[in-house]
T-cell receptor
Framework: GNSVTQMEGPVTLSEEAFLTINCTYTATGYPSLFWYVQYPGEGLQLLLK?????DKGSNKGFEATYRKETTSFHLEKGSVQVSDSAVYFC????????????FGSGTRLSIRP | NAGVTQTPKFQVLKTGQSMTLQCAQD?????MYWYRQDPGMGLRLIYY???????DKGEVPNGYNVSRLNKREFSLRLESAAPSQTSVYFCASMRDRANEKLFFGSGTQLSVL
């Protein structure tokens, strides 16, 4: 079945550092890929998505490129801020049911001022 | 703008008790989902309903049942609660396959003693 693997956290960075959070996937067919973010005490919200190979999703300075050849969808940001501290989840849809959406284990990110 | 509403927000049960978690969305979405969130495990899909009248198992369905009561409501039932079901439960909805964005409720913190 489909699966999503994320780098383990927590990740701690200083403000203005470069961020990469790795995500790889296993899937049949052509899944859509997502990054969701969960701020403390809140539910998840969509950060960005990509629906086909080589697509780049972007939002709030974050980017991720759908790489079919490496089955990856790594999240990047050039200069992180304290307000980016949150838990980030990689996810995919597809497989036996196009509506089935599964998530990775999440990566907690903490940014030091 | 209620979005996705979950009740209750907190619940404590004794082993063997039963309860139903309620979820309702007012966005006319077709698909609805139940996830559980555990430390280090990310979000795991319990059940989902791609459209009114259908339900399908997710990654961890054992010990749970669901009912898609109508297009708005999707309930999750624990027939005989176990300590392993202590978790935070999130309901989510999505308009359709063409617009793959999940909207999440604020979660239910469930403790089974």
């Amino acid at each position: 079945g489909n699966s999503v693997t994320q780098m383990e956290g927590p990740v701690t960075l200083s403000e203005e550092a470069f961020l990469t959070i790795n995500c790889t996937y296993t899937a049949t067919g052509y899944p859509s890929l997502f990054w969701y973010v969960q701020y403390p005490g809140e539910g998840l919200q969509l950060l960005l998505k990509a629906t086909k190979a080589d697509d780049k999703g972007s939002n709030k300075g974050f980017e991720a490129t759908y790489r079919k050849e490496t089955t990856s969808f790594h999240l990047e940001k050039g200069s992180v801020q304290v307000s980016d501290s949150a838990v980030y989840f990689c996810a995919l849809s597809g497989g036996s049911s196009a509506s089935k959406i599964i998530f990775g284990s999440g990566t907690r990110l903490s940014i030091r001022p | 703008n209620a979005g996705v509403t979950q009740t209750p927000k907190f619940q404590v049960l004794k082993t063997g008790q039963s309860m139903t978690l309620q979820c309702a969305q007012d966005m006319n979405h077709n698909s609805m989902y139940w996830y559980r969130q555990d430390p280090g495990m990310g979000l795991r899909l319990i059940y989902y309903s791609a459209s009114e009248g259908t339900t399908d198992k997710g990654e961890v369905p054992n010990g749970y049942n669901v009912s898609r009561l109508n297009k708005r409501e999707f309930s999750l039932r624990l027939e005989s609660a176990a300590p392993s079901q202590t978790s935070v439960y999130f309901c989510a909805s999505m308009r359709d396959r063409a617009n793959e964005k999940l909207f999440f409720g604020s979660g239910t913190q469930l403790s089974v003693l």
